[in-house]
């Protein structure tokens, strides 16, 4: 009786040690993975916040550069001229209305001078949704405020990023609070003396609020400002109160010391306590070597106990349902075995049929994937097997037809069908382009299902020279010439007509912009001559400036590259190779605006390069009254 009790005491004192090991090692595990998952939504929040301030810093150079900021400067200067002072800063107005009801986070943008104690030259400013024109004489000084002093020093350059902080006019914080974050560039004057800047006021709540969204679940998301100070509290009571009371910055709320602080107006703040929670913390600069902003994340450890002690029985159970496994699966070695054995010979037997044909043949599975490969195929396309092995057939040949090709192989196979055998073309490695003919025979598994097929692909280019030359040997010279003549005869007359006689706009440039072709519908259209237009202007003369800036801030987001104001915007798509076809403004020479649909394309020489642009403008007059007068049948 003895031995069968310390024979229990032993095993539950054992299994006890084994659990605990297991709910340690466990707990280890996952407070790692948890750890590192922490870290890289951490990562994600950083380069989402840093993406957000980017693109704002790249509209902001845009906008730097455009012609009414630094035709503002030089009417400044030029107190006699106060119109065209007017007129300039109306442009500007016009433009700045564009982009704040383009984006959605800008509430606010402004053109300030340092002169008059940094008094704003145009303000435009959003709201509900409205972007309007705030009056001259509601303009504010802002030379008192933190950011107009950073953005003046004289080291400073390139673009200002400010801190994070409530919104303030007439040196009043706004009500309702809108936290916001300021980006801006100096403008310089044609001496290099530094006149004033340009600045994008973005509502930070806007921010914050698809950080929340993308945050894990079960964990907390914190912001504070370079000196600790609380931007975002999981308790929004705690936000931004640092502008008007006294509150615990970061260093006191991650605290073991004390759990709770109470505010002057009596709120319970819960602070954060290292000992039962993990966080990750990193830094955002915002204006380098000024100010930063550090996100930080926080997940409690309670959840990970949770956890682990899951993993743990689960372990535990595991470990019997091996156990009972491990019977049965020595039962079942030994019959695999000769399974395995039969199956091995009749691979081999096939791979050496495969490995022996003059053919280049390989395997692909259902996804376009190459899972063989053998000898001829290595040959003819100077690919070994390792290089190609799991590689996609569309990259090892660079050809996007190949995909095409292998998507129809396996909607044929799908069907029941079979497919015939076709000549194509592929690429060797030293990207040597020849013909093959091609079989494909389908793969199933033991239930019959399709997981692949095979290609056999025997090189034809001795066939297809052959068959060329007997071709070209057929074909009579001398008819070939006369039917071309007459061919482009027919072509060049058809090409004088539709240019002549055709009801659109068609109008041509060489590749700097300056118009080559003007015809008769086109001088209908906008007043001009060809004569006063050909080799002197470029279409920029008859488009709406303010259509031109707004659509290069639109293309340089599109295309992720700094477009220019300029005869770049009508044809960077074209250049691209995309598709170019919108609706514009043209104002024709006596300044009526006419609604038209262009479509821009490229003309080529005979060595295929850019010799210009083709410009084909249909007027919609017509259609965008009738769509205004449906518009308002609507309302």
Same mark, same amino acid.
């Given at each position: 009786?003895?031995?069968?009790?310390?024979?229990?005491?032993?095993?539950?004192?054992?299994?006890?040690?084994?659990?605990?090991?297991?709910?340690?090692?466990?707990?280890?595990?996952?407070?790692?993975?948890?750890?590192?998952?922490?870290?890289?939504?951490?990562?994600?929040?950083?380069?989402?916040?840093?993406?957000?301030?980017?693109?704002?810093?790249?509209?902001?150079?845009?906008?730097?550069?455009?012609?009414?900021?630094?035709? #503002?400067?030089?009417?400044?200067?030029?107190?006699?001229?106060?119109?065209?002072?007017?007129?300039?800063?109306?442009?500007?107005?016009?433009? $700045?209305?564009?982009?704040?009801? !383009?984006?959605?986070?800008? $509430?606010?943008?402004?053109?300030?001078?340092?002169?008059?104690?940094?008094?704003?030259?145009?303000?435009?400013?959003?709201?509900?949704?409205? !972007?309007?024109?705030?009056?001259?004489?509601?303009?504010?000084?802002?030379?008192?405020?933190?950011?107009?002093?950073?953005?003046?020093?004289?080291? $400073?350059?390139?673009?200002?990023?400010?801190?994070?902080?409530?919104?303030?006019?007439?040196?009043?914080?706004?009500?309702?609070?809108?936290?916001?974050?300021?980006?801006?560039?100096?403008?310089?004057?044609?001496?290099?003396?530094?006149?004033?800047?340009?600045?994008?006021?973005?509502?930070?709540?806007?921010?914050?609020?698809?950080?929340?969204?993308?945050?894990?679940?079960?964990?907390?998301?914190?912001?504070?400002?370079?000196?600790?100070?609380?931007?975002?509290?999981?308790?929004?009571?705690?936000?931004?109160?640092?502008?008007?009371?006294?509150?615990?910055?970061?260093?006191?709320?991650?605290?073991?010391?004390?759990?709770?602080?109470?505010?002057?107006?009596?709120?319970?703040?819960?602070?954060?306590?290292?000992?039962?929670?993990?966080?990750?913390?990193?830094?955002?600069?915002?204006?380098?070597?000024?100010?930063?902003?550090?996100?930080?994340?926080?997940?409690?450890?309670?959840?990970?106990?949770?956890?682990?002690?899951?993993?743990?029985?689960?372990?535990?159970?595991?470990?019997?349902?091996?156990?009972?496994?491990?019977?049965?699966?020595?039962?079942?070695?030994?019959?695999?075995?000769?399974?395995?054995?039969?199956?091995?010979?009749?691979?081999?037997?096939?791979?050496?049929?495969?490995?022996?044909?003059?053919?280049?043949?390989?395997?692909?599975?259902?996804?376009?994937?190459?899972?063989?490969?053998?000898?001829?195929?290595?040959?003819?396309?100077?690919?070994?097997?390792?290089?190609?092995?799991?590689?996609?057939?569309?990259?090892?040949?660079?050809?996007?037809?190949?995909?095409?090709?292998?998507?129809?192989?396996?909607?044929?196979?799908?069907?029941?069908?079979?497919?015939?055998?076709?000549?194509?073309?592929?690429?060797?490695?030293?990207?040597?382009?020849?013909?093959?003919?091609?079989?494909?025979?389908?793969?199933?598994?033991?239930?019959?299902?399709?997981?692949? $097929?095979?290609? #056999?692909?025997?090189?034809?280019?001795?066939?297809?020279?052959?068959?060329?030359?007997?071709?070209?040997?057929?074909?009579?010279?001398?008819?070939?010439?006369?039917?071309?003549?007459?061919?482009?005869?027919?072509?060049?007359?058809?090409?004088?007509?539709?240019?002549?006689?055709?009801?659109?706009?068609?109008?041509?440039?060489?590749?700097?912009?300056?118009?080559?072709?003007?015809?008769?519908?086109?001088?209908?259209?906008?007043?001009?001559? !060809?004569?006063?237009?050909?080799?002197?202007?470029?279409?920029?003369?008859?488009?709406?400036?303010?259509?031109?800036?707004?659509?290069?801030?639109?293309?340089?987001?599109?295309?992720?590259?700094?477009?220019?104001?300029?005869?770049?915007?009508?044809?960077?798509?074209?250049? !691209?190779?995309?598709?170019?076809?919108?609706?514009?403004?043209?104002?024709?020479?006596?300044?009526?605006?006419?609604?038209?649909?262009?479509?821009?394309?490229?003309?080529?020489?005979?060595?295929?390069?850019?010799?210009?642009?083709?410009?084909?403008?249909?007027?919609?007059?017509?259609?965008?009254?009738?769509?205004?007068?449906?518009?308002?049948?609507?309302?």
């Amino acid at each position: 009786m003895n031995r069968w009790f310390i024979a229990s005491s032993m095993f539950v004192m054992s299994l006890v040690a084994g659990v605990w090991v297991s709910y340690d090692f466990n707990y280890q595990q996952i407070l790692e993975r948890e750890q590192r998952a922490l870290s890289s939504a951490l990562e994600a929040e950083r380069l989402l916040f840093q993406a957000k301030l980017d693109k704002y810093a790249s509209d902001i150079t845009i906008l730097q550069s455009i012609p009414p900021v630094k035709a #503002i400067i030089q009417a400044k200067s030029d107190s006699q001229n106060s119109e065209v002072l007017t007129i300039w800063k109306s442009r500007l107005k016009s433009i $700045f209305k564009s982009y704040l009801t !383009a984006n959605e986070m800008a $509430f606010q943008l402004r053109y300030i001078g340092f002169d008059e104690n940094g008094k704003e030259i145009v303000n435009v400013k959003k709201e509900a949704g409205v !972007a309007q024109v705030i009056p001259e004489r509601l303009l504010q000084e802002k030379s008192g405020r933190d950011y107009f002093s950073e953005i003046r020093l004289n080291q $400073f350059s390139g673009v200002y990023i400010s801190d994070i902080s409530l919104n303030r006019d007439f040196d009043s914080i706004s009500i309702p609070y809108n936290p916001t974050v300021r980006i801006a560039a100096k403008v310089m004057a044609s001496d290099g003396v530094p006149f004033g800047f340009i600045v994008i006021n973005v509502s930070a709540n806007a921010i914050f609020k698809e950080l929340i969204s993308k945050v894990p679940k079960n964990a907390s998301l914190y912001i504070t400002n370079d000196k600790g100070e609380v931007l975002y509290y999981p308790d929004e009571s705690l936000n931004f109160a640092f502008e008007h009371v006294d509150v615990p910055v970061w260093d006191e709320l991650y605290s073991e010391s004390q759990e709770m602080f109470v505010l002057n107006d009596g709120t319970k703040i819960t602070s954060v306590n290292p000992s039962r929670s993990i966080i990750a913390k990193v830094n955002l600069p915002l204006t380098s070597g000024l100010n930063s902003l550090n996100i930080i994340l926080k997940k409690d450890v309670d959840d990970i106990r949770l956890k682990a002690m899951s993993a743990t029985f689960f372990s535990v159970g595991w470990v019997f349902v091996i156990f009972v496994g491990l019977i049965f699966v020595i039962f079942s070695f030994r019959k695999s075995l000769k399974a395995q054995a039969a199956l091995s010979i009749e691979k081999t037997e096939k791979s050496m049929i495969v490995e022996s044909s003059q053919d280049a043949i390989l395997g692909v599975s259902i996804d376009g994937t190459i899972t063989e490969w053998n000898n001829s195929a290595t040959k003819m396309f100077g690919l070994s097997r390792h290089e190609v092995i799991g590689e996609f057939t569309r990259d090892v040949f660079l050809t996007d037809s190949v995909q095409t090709e292998d998507e129809y192989i396996v909607s044929q196979f799908v069907k029941g069908y079979k497919v015939k055998p076709f000549e194509t073309k592929r690429q060797t490695k030293r990207s040597q382009v020849f013909d093959v003919s091609v079989s494909a025979s389908p793969i199933c598994d033991e239930h019959g299902e399709l997981i692949g $097929f095979s290609k #056999i692909m025997r090189d034809i280019t001795e066939q297809k020279r052959v068959s060329n030359e007997l071709e070209l040997l057929n074909a009579s010279l001398e008819k070939e010439v006369q039917q071309r003549t007459v061919e482009l005869n027919k072509s060049y007359s058809l090409q004088a007509a539709i240019m002549d006689k055709a009801a659109i706009a068609i109008i041509a440039t060489n590749a700097q912009g300056y118009i080559t072709l003007f015809n008769p519908a086109a001088e209908k259209l906008l007043g001009y001559s !060809a004569e006063e237009l050909i080799g002197k202007q470029t279409p920029g003369l008859f488009h709406l400036e303010s259509e031109v800036v707004a659509r290069a801030i639109e293309l340089s987001n599109e295309l992720g590259q700094k477009i220019e104001p300029g005869f770049d915007v009508f044809v960077a798509k074209t250049l !691209a190779g995309l598709r170019n076809e919108r609706e514009w403004t043209y104002v024709s020479k006596t300044g009526h605006k006419i609604p038209v649909y262009l479509s821009i394309t490229a003309l080529y020489d005979e060595n295929d390069e850019v010799s210009g642009f083709l410009g084909m403008a249909t007027n919609i007059s017509e259609l965008s009254s009738s769509r205004k007068k449906l518009e308002v049948l609507k309302d």
